[in-house]
């Protein structure tokens, strides 16, 4: 890393030099793009530059170093001794978190701060794209810079390697440098910028210190800058297990392929099934319930607790509960420096956007919702999966997870009457209280980061556009193609916007849903009724979102319209 660095700054001193002489500023289409993947989207290595050289996360040698197989046996051991102690999971804790906490040590911080070992470095990605070989060039890159090199040119996409463990604000400075080598290289004066997850949170500390006078377009992408209700459960101890939780989680994951929707489904039907709920699952609640303690003593605080990334992760509403359950005692000085100042930028958030906008900046965000996050505890908030939509929207009022405001919207006014419809035609979203709700996109469906998994889906096509933008465009600058909200239908895998002033199942479009709209949509299921050829209209009576019109789609609206579940439907 040092001597990338020091290449950095004498390939910098040069080029800078010669900048002078370039021709006049680039055209648009020839703006790099630098991308800032998230959490541990670049790869750690261990005794870099050495012949002891290792990757340690992802754990390179995690399945031929047998680690596998030690917890494997560790698991079956753990639940041996479990019983002959009488139902002691401390027991079990003994066998199985030790080689929990080998696995993660070598990336691991001290409760200062401070990284555990020292010789554990980051990847960097000094060359653009075209250097890479098709194979580097989809782990680096990802399918957001795979396509902006097919729509400009591999010449202009760089990708930003960083310590995902590191404050952002530390982060930020190594980015500046970049963004200025990256400019020098391509004679830019501007770079393009997507931050994925938590490189949003070392932009957003970019843009605190330096400004986005060197930044063209700015797209935040399932971003992490207001942190996400994982970390915040997990550092304020909030820590349980739902079955119902758990099952959505799998039925989200279940379209991913062919082979986790088979994997998905069975555990789903199994984890629902009346044994496991009231006798299995509890046992995993209990384990998780007599294990806390010791997880917490052995791996969180000495191994994570000091991590300062971890820190940007948690919410502001979590910040100061999870200091004083982590640290009762106190948080260290050099920590606590190192978070509260995360924590001040990530509060100031609105302004230093706006800042950085004044300085000709344009700016978007584009966020997934209707996704269960990950089950750690009894929350049904919506989410992409991986962050919750009201933190990574900045903002929004959200529905819970399979819920819908007041009745399906039937009683429901937009929180901010800015003179703008910013309520999602489910009735799930109101984006009227987003830090900006002009320049924030939604698509339901989408899992976290997942631009572009499929040839035909187009989530990634919102990215593009938003890169290209020649002024800043807002959610109404082309309500056609991109509006405010999309639907990615999962059975199809095609991302469709929705431009509506009426939500779903309202199919005679009354502002109400009622029994009337359940029997418009049974007759046009049925073919007694034409079909409206308006795709938008084809959406609202496509009640349970699953790319057809069917009679379960009238059977869906009438229990919304009678009050009732759609649970009881199964």
């Known amino acids: 890393m040092k001597a990338f660095k020091k290449v950095l700054c004498i390939s910098l001193a040069l080029m800078l030099a010669g900048l002078a002489l370039v021709a006049p500023a680039a055209a648009a289409t020839d703006v790099p793009l630098v991308i800032v993947q998230g959490f541990a989207g670049v790869p750690l290595v261990k005794n870099a530059g050495t012949d002891q050289e290792i990757q340690v996360f992802p754990p390179e040698n995690f399945v031929t170093d047998g680690k596998i197989a030690n917890i494997a046996t560790a698991l079956l051991t753990g639940f041996i001794e479990y019983g002959a102690g009488g139902a002691d999971w401390a027991r079990f804790g003994n066998q199985v978190l030790p080689l929990v906490k080998d696995i993660i040590e070598d990336i691991g911080y001290n409760t200062d701060g401070t990284p555990t070992y020292s010789n554990v470095s980051h990847e960097t990605y000094d060359e653009p794209m075209s250097s890479y070989s098709e194979e580097e060039r989809k782990a680096i890159f990802d399918e957001i810079g795979l396509k902006y090199a097919k729509q400009y040119n591999a010449d202009l996409v760089y990708a930003f390697g960083y310590d995902w463990r590191e404050s952002p604000i530390d982060c930020a400075d190594d980015l500046n440098n ?3 080598y990256v400019k020098a290289r391509t004679g830019s004066g501007k770079v393009n910028v997507v931050a994925v997850s938590q ?4 932009v957003l500390s970019y843009l605190s210190a330096y400004g986005g006078s060197s930044i063209n377009n700015l797209v935040f992408a399932s971003p992490a800058w207001q942190g996400t209700s994982l970390a915040g459960d997990v550092f304020t101890g909030n820590i349980a297990l739902d079955v119902y939780a758990f099952e959505n989680f799998l039925v989200g994951l279940a379209d991913g392929s062919a082979t986790t929707h088979i994997i998905s489904v069975i555990l789903s039907s199994f984890a629902t099934t009346e044994e496991f709920t009231q006798e299995y699952f509890t ?3 209990d384990a998780v319930e007599g294990m806390k303690p010791q997880i917490y003593s052995d791996i969180v605080v000495p191994v994570l607790a000091g991590m300062p990334g971890l820190w940007c992760l948690v919410p502001a509403d979590y910040y100061d509960e999870a200091k004083a359950f982590l640290f009762p005692e106190g948080v260290d000085a050099n920590l606590l420096a190192k978070i509260d100042a995360y924590n001040a930028i990530q509060r100031n958030a609105k302004a230093i956007i706006e800042d950085a906008e004044s300085t000709g900046m344009k700016f978007g965000i584009v966020c997934g919702y209707n996704r269960q996050i990950a089950p750690i505890n009894e929350s049904l908030n919506t989410s992409d999966m991986v962050v919750d939509t009201k933190y990574s929207s900045g903002g929004a009022t ?3 997870y399979l819920t819908a405001f007041d009745d399906w919207g039937k009683n429901y006014t937009q929180v901010k009457p800015d003179g703008h419809y910013h309520v999602s035609w489910d009735y799930k979203i109101d984006a009227s209280t987003c830090m900006f709700p002009e320049q924030t996109w ?8 997942s631009y572009g998994v499929y040839e035909t889906d187009g989530t ?7 890169l290209s933008m020649d002024n800043q465009y807002t959610v109404f600058t082309d309500v056609e193609n991109y509006p405010q909200f999309s639907l990615y239908n999962t059975y199809k895998r095609f991302t469709k916007g929705i431009y509506l002033d009426t939500g779903l ?5 009354d502002f109400l849903i009622t029994t009337k709209d359940a029997r418009l949509a049974l007759k046009i299921a049925a073919g007694l009724e034409e079909m409206p050829e308006d795709e938008d209209k084809q959406i609202i009576i496509d009640a349970n979102e699953d790319g057809e019109i069917s009679t379960d789609d009238a059977r869906y609206i009438l229990c919304w319209a009678a009050g009732i579940s759609t649970d009881e439907l199964y």
């Open 178 to 180: 970049f963004i200025d």
């Open 199 to 202: 490189g949003s949170a070392v």
């Open 283 to 285: 046992y995993l609640q």
């Open 398 to 400: 959200c529905a819970d």
């Open 442 to 449: 939604f698509i339901k469906n989408l899992q976290h980061t």
């Open 460 to 466: 990634c096509d919102i990215i593009m556009w938003l």
């Open 505 to 509: 199942g309202d199919v005679d479009h």
